[in-house]
C-alpha cells in the first residue's frame, strides 16, 4: 500500500529552523517528483517546493520561499526532507508531501499529485 508520513513539524520561533520529513512506503520514491505544499488557515492549498526524481534531480521553489527552504532526498532511506530556515510568521501552516505521477516536479499544478501525506503542523510565533 503506498503512503507517505510527514514529520518534523513544531512550533518554533520567527527566524528559527525545522526541518520536515517525508517517508515513503509502498513505491520506490527516487522514480518520481515529490512535492511539499502547505496550506494556512482559510488559504488554498500552495506549492512550496518541490524535487524531480533522481534521473534528474532538480528542484523549484515558490517564490515566498526561495533562499530559506531547501528540498533534498536520502534514496536509501525511502525520504524527502525540507529544511526551512528563516522561518517567518507567515511560514505557519500544515505541510504535506506528495507524489507526482510524473518524473518532472511543479510547484504550480496540484494535479499533477497523485498521492498525499496526512500532513504536519509548522506554527511560526514568538
Known amino acids: 500500500q503506498l503512503q507517505l508520513v510527514e514529520s518534523g513539524g513544531g512550533l518554533v520561533q520567527p527566524g528559527g529552523s525545522l526541518r520536515l520529513s517525508c517517508a515513503a512506503s509502498?513505491?520506490?520514491?527516487?522514480?518520481?517528483?515529490i512535492g511539499w505544499f502547505r496550506q494556512a488557515p482559510g488559504k488554498e492549498r500552495e506549492g512550496v517546493s518541490c524535487?524531480?526524481?533522481?534521473?534528474?534531480?532538480?528542484?523549484k521553489y515558490a517564490e515566498s520561499v526561495n533562499g530559506r527552504f531547501t528540498i533534498s532526498r536520502d534514496n536509501a532511506k525511502n525520504t524527502v526532507y525540507l529544511q526551512m530556515n528563516s522561518l517567518k510568521p507567515e511560514d505557519t501552516a500544515v505541510y504535506y508531501c506528495?507524489?507526482?505521477?510524473?518524473?518532472?516536479?511543479?510547484?504550480?499544478?496540484?494535479?499533477?499529485?497523485?498521492?498525499w501525506g496526512q500532513g504536519t503542523q509548522v506554527t511560526v510565533s514568538s
Open positions: 506528495a507524489k507526482s505521477r510524473y518524473y518532472f516536479c511543479s510547484v504550480s499544478s496540484k494535479l499533477s499529485y497523485d498521492y
Open positions: 509502498g513505491f520506490t520514491l527516487d522514480a518520481y517528483a
Open positions: 524535487i524531480s526524481s533522481s534521473n534528474e534531480s532538480r528542484t
